[in-house]
């Protein structure tokens, strides 16, 4: 089975050696994203709320990129840097899944890639109708 590869085209990418998102039949795997914008960028997002909101839209145009819709995520993951940012985290994600449900777990890590960054999130998709 072929696999279908997605790139966002940011550096990284090449530099690590991932794609943002695969689609391996039915399913999609979108990689850890995170919703940090350049510092000089006028709509940067500083705060968790505002990073994870932005990162759900990286995360929508790999699926829909890769023939999926948000209802058809199954698993987040969710890794904050400061566990006491999971309600306002909590909040983006039902603002973006309370009508799927996808079963999801929340993580307390140290740090991630992007100096920036107190949020990042992967996401499964199994898409509707082709199990």
């Known amino acids: ?20 998102a695969v689609r391996a039949g039915s399913h999609v795997y979108v990689a850890g994203t995170t919703g940090v914008l350049p510092e000089d960028h006028p709509d940067a997002p500083g705060d968790a709320y505002a990073q994870a909101k932005h990162a759900f839209e990286i995360i929508e145009t790999a699926l829909v990129e890769a023939g999926a819709l948000v209802g058809d995520v199954v698993r987040t993951r969710v890794f904050l840097t400061n566990i006491q940012d999971s309600d306002v985290v909590g909040q983006a994600h039902h603002e973006r899944y309370c009508a799927t449900l996808p079963a999801s777990a929340f993580f307390g890590v140290a740090s991630l890639i992007g100096c920036q960054a107190v949020v990042e999130i992967e996401v499964d998709a199994v898409i509707s109708g082709e199990a």
């Open 1 to 20: 089975m072929p696999h279908q590869r997605i790139s966002s085209g940011k550096s990284l990418e090449s530099v690590i050696g991932y794609s943002r």
